[in-house]
């Protein structure tokens, strides 16, 4: 269990060399330094072939445990941040409601390739999700991301409180009423927990959260425009909970090609950055609860464009406006 192990990264096409990890350390201290070789942050890591007992390693796994030979080469899975912002802006100007023919003609393509709907029917057979709470006869779903979508994880701070995104309980609450919800992050199962606690979510008295998704149920897909990237396909969920589809769920992230294989059913929400300049401003989830409300009441989630979010909203108030001027005549 003494002395360094050199283990070469391949990533992108290139070949990095990590050489001052010791056997004593951490599956996670090695992605630190991966960290600083590629700029690919820990938990947007996926090492493919870093394997304890058989199964995938855990970040708290010891290194000297693996078995790895010197010269070991590590197959990396993950993008740097400012490539992923590249790639996470939405389309505009899109029509107020989406049928097979207004969705880009890649996102199609996509959705319905044979070899993506394999991959998902695996994970449907084999990726085992564990209930937290029980879910409710009648209600819709909703599916939220973490990172830059409810919790700043990029700045510091003494607690977590600070790094929250503003009226982050009030928005569970409100929307608990008419949606169970999921929390889905690309990162460990781990680090979600820990998350969902430091932000006082996991025990909360008047919401519950129905289970967790990590980056263990995201599937890999090739496109044409992004190259290849990792996505969260929401026909997991719906392949092992039959009363939940297109028709009544909708997903919050602030990377928009994390729902390209379900894209009438995404949400890209603003990213919550810079937590302790932008908190006294940002009213983004305080916005979004009164759309989650109004939708609620539909049906069918797919005669929506969630990317008109605000357009609809506005539509409503001026309807309910119209309404109650109507009703005092």
């Known amino acids: 269990m003494e002395g360094e192990v050199k283990i070469i990264v391949k990533w992108s096409g290139k070949e990095y060399e990590i050489l ?16 600083k070789e ?7 890591q996926k090492l493919l072939n870093l394997k304890f007992k058989g199964k995938a390693a855990q970040d708290e796994d010891i290194i000297g445990k693996l078995g790895l030979r010197p010269g070991f080469k590590l197959m990396l899975m993950g993008s740097r941040e400012e490539d992923i912002a590249e790639v996470s802006h939405a389309p505009k100007d899109m029509p107020d409601v989406v049928n097979d023919l207004d969705i880009e003609e ?10 993506y709907l394999s991959k998902i029917q695996k994970k449907i057979d084999h990726y085992v999700i564990t209930e937290l709470n029980p879910l409710r006869e009648g209600k819709k779903l909703l599916v939220l991301d973490i990172d830059h979508t409810l919790f700043d994880h990029r700045s510091t701070a003494e607690s977590g409180v600070e790094l929250m ?3 982050l309980h009030e ?11 999921v929390i889905w992050s690309a990162t460990s199962m781990r680090w979600i927990n820990t998350k969902m606690k430091l932000l006082g979510i996991s025990n ?6 129905a289970f967790h998704l990590d980056s263990l149920a995201m599937i ?3 496109t044409p425009k992004y190259g290849l990237v990792w996505v969260k396909p929401l026909s997991i969920i719906w392949g092992k909970y039959k009363q939940f589809s297109a028709k009544n769920t909708i997903m919050l992230d602030d990377i928009g090609r994390n729902f390209i294989m379900n894209p009438q059913s995404g949400l890209r929400i603003k990213p919550f950055r810079h937590a ?6 940002d009213r983004e989830l305080l916005k979004l609860s009164e759309y989650l409300k109004l939708i609620a009441e539909l049906d069918d989630f797919q005669i929506l464009n969630h990317r008109k979010w605000e357009e609809y909203k506005a539509k409503k108030a001026r309807q309910e406006r119209r309404n109650e001027s109507a009703n005092t005549k």
């Open 165 to 167: 995104r503003p009226y």
């Open 38 to 44: 590629t700029g690919v942050l820990p938990e947007r």
């Open 220 to 222: 890999s897909v090739h």
């Open 106 to 115: 890649e996102e199609v393509e996509i959705e319905n390739a044979e070899i």
């Open 204 to 209: 909360h008295p008047f919401y519950k959260i």
């Open 276 to 281: 302790h300049i932008t908190r006294t401003k």
């Open 171 to 181: 928005f569970l609450m409100q929307a608990y009423r008419d949606y169970d919800i």
């Open 20 to 35: 001052d990890i010791q056997h004593d350390d951490t599956v996670f201290a090695l992605k630190e330094r991966i960290h």
